[in-house]
């Protein structure tokens, strides 16, 4: 009898010990931190098909650190939202548990347009009683579950929210933890180089722009540094650094870069002293800022608000795919109703985002409340732009740019043209709710128009210089040599173009045929010339006088 109590106590310890260690994997939130495939069943109502695009049922969610005080930690990427993140504001670690309070923000979960989640019964998500997620995790796997939920459309009166459409009923959700890969050494010296123009640094600081940042890693997992922060005129200061793979964050905290002149590492915008700036790992050999700092004594004396940090050791980069310009799009078209060919605007903004400004001569800010933003691959031979873009019309009826999986990817050729994937162009009815397709784009290849870089135009008396690798010189007076070059047509021109094309002077008379397409240099198609000026004539870039 006695050996079988002992063999009981055994046991049962042994239980205990086990059921102990599975508990002590999640002693807290920061436990649950990192990458999840996120996997539900989603069934949308007649009236979610406008915004099936917004959310997604098979997406990567990612967990994180809260970066204020009230909060446990943000999920960004939940049910495909990536516009606003969850704030988890409590964690039950007795019932491996923890809850989302509010989750859609301030209104919505979805900006840009009043959709969110609710209960699988579109109840309000405000008002004296709240609404919340709780999420159930598996202590063991961290597997994490929650309750089925609803995505709805919010209606807004002059006394707030006054009721919801369901959009599509949310089932069987399940957040799984990816595998944490391998991060690699980043040891070394980097050199941190602002964005052109004003948005980098402050303009007129004596405090020079650009620094550098050795760092030397302190652990074998390659996640912890110290990063040795030396700019020219001032001592080096060394600060404490994290690596996640992805983000490397550096944190200061009370630091003096120069204590004769009381000089502190501050936040730019509050002037906190505790703070954190990070960067995104983008190539082997490249961060991009994410979230700077700034150099304050009691006044704002420099700030890094954009710009890449690169090894400094690195060989220099071969030049990457400038997406910014003019692009004509061709394809075959499944309806009269809108052009085979047409014209595209991408423009590069001062923090290095290169956005798609105009589609057809349709200046796209107002329509999308801001500029679509393309994601550019890390070699810049890809880009991807959301799909649910508003290329023309108002509410309730407005065009919307989609593919079958609610992105288009454009990808560059070996020759320097453009592949598209096929796209669609949707015509949408908030009032009625109902969708339908009114166009179809396939086979589609796109050539540059115009390019900032190599090859610009110039047009007019006086242009001297070279044009290398490029664009027509037009007009008069051009000086320079023309080697391997087109044709300079016109009088006077002696500039350089080396490798470019037929230099065009003017046309003065021009036959417009109904199956000629001309567009101005917007992007706007024109059904006949009455100015002078330059215009893409047939695909062809011709001067008008």
């Known amino acids: 009898m006695r050996i079988m109590k002992k063999f009981y106590f055994i046991m049962t310890s042994l239980l205990l010990f086990v059921a102990m260690q599975a508990n002590a994997q999640v002693s807290s939130f920061a436990d649950l931190f990192g990458k999840y495939q996120f996997t539900a069943e989603i069934t949308e109502t007649q009236a979610g098909g406008p915004f099936a695009y917004l959310f997604s049922e098979n997406c990567e ?3 994180v650190k809260a970066e204020d005080e009230y909060n446990n930690g943000y999920i960004f990427g939940f049910a495909g939202a990536t516009d606003y993140e969850l704030q988890v504001s409590s964690i039950d670690l007795e019932n491996n548990t923890f809850t989302v309070i509010n989750p859609n923000y301030y209104y919505t979960l979805w900006t840009g347009c009043y959709v969110g989640v609710t209960n699988t019964a579109g109840d309000i998500p405000f008002g ?10 598996n202590p063991e796997t961290k597997e994490i579950t929650t309750d089925d939920f609803a995505i709805a459309e919010f209606e807004f009166g002059s006394d707030g929210c006054t009721g919801t459409t369901i959009l599509a009923q949310v089932a069987n959700v399940k957040m799984t933890l990816k595998k944490e890969a391998a991060v690699n050494d980043i040891s070394g010296d980097w050199v941190f180089t602002p964005v052109k123009g004003d948005s980098g640094t402050k303009p ?32 080096p200061v060394t600060l404490s650094a994290e690596f996640n793979g992805s983000i490397l964050k550096i944190t200061y905290d009370n630091t003096i870069l120069d204590e004769a002149n009381d000089i502190y590492f501050v936040e730019p915008y ?10 995104t790992l983008v190539s082997e050999n490249e961060f991009t800022l994410n979230y700077g700092f700034g150099l304050a004594n009691s006044t704002l004396l420099q700030y890094y ?19 910014s310009g003019t692009f004509t799009v061709k394809g075959n078209v499944s309806s009269t109703d809108f052009p085979a060919e047409f014209d595209i605007v991408v423009e590069l903004d001062n923090d290095g985002y290169y956005n798609l400004t105009t589609v057809m001569g349709t200046d796209l800010y107002d329509l ?6 393309l994601e550019i691959s890390e070699n810049a031979k890809s880009a991807t732009l959301p799909g649910g873009i508003n290329i023309g019309g108002t509410s309730p009826v407005f065009l919307q740019l ?19 994937e096929d796209f669609k162009i949707i015509r949408v009815d908030y009032s009625s709710q109902e969708s339908n397709t009114v166009a179809e784009y396939t086979n589609i290849v796109i050539t540059r128009v115009t390019d900032n870089e190599e090859g610009d135009d110039n047009t007019g008396d006086g242009n001297e210089g070279d044009n290398e690798e490029g664009g027509d010189n037009t007009g008069d007076g051009n000086e320079g040599d023309n080697e391997e070059g087109g044709d300079n047509t016109g009088d006077g021109n002696e500039g350089d173009n080396e490798e470019g ?9 021009v036959t417009i045929e109904n199956s000629t397409v001309i567009y101005d240099l917007t992007g706007r198609r024109v059904k006949e010339i009455t100015n002078a000026g330059i215009y893409i004539i047939n695909g062809k870039k011709q001067v008008i006088k």
């Open 204 to 235: 007129d600081s004596t405090i020079p722009a650009e620094f550098s940042i050795n760092l030397a890693k302190k652990t074998d997992d390659n996640k912890t540094y110290d990063a040795k922060i030396s700019i020219e005129g001032y001592n």
């Open 368 to 373: 999308n409340w801001g500029y679509p933003s």
């Open 501 to 509: 094309d037929d230099n065009v002077n003017s046309i003065e008379n």
């Open 61 to 63: 969610v990612e967990i």
């Open 270 to 279: 509050s002037f906190g002293l505790t703070e954190s700036f990070d960067f």
């Open 402 to 420: 989609a593919d079958a999986n609610e992105t288009i990817t454009f990808t560059v050729n070996d020759d320097g043209t453009i592949s598209s």
């Open 128 to 137: 004296q009683d709240g609404f919340e997620i709780v999420f159930s995790y």
């Open 305 to 323: 608000s954009a710009g890449n940090l690169t090894r400094a050791t690195a060989e220099e980069p071969a030049p990457a795919f400038d997406w």
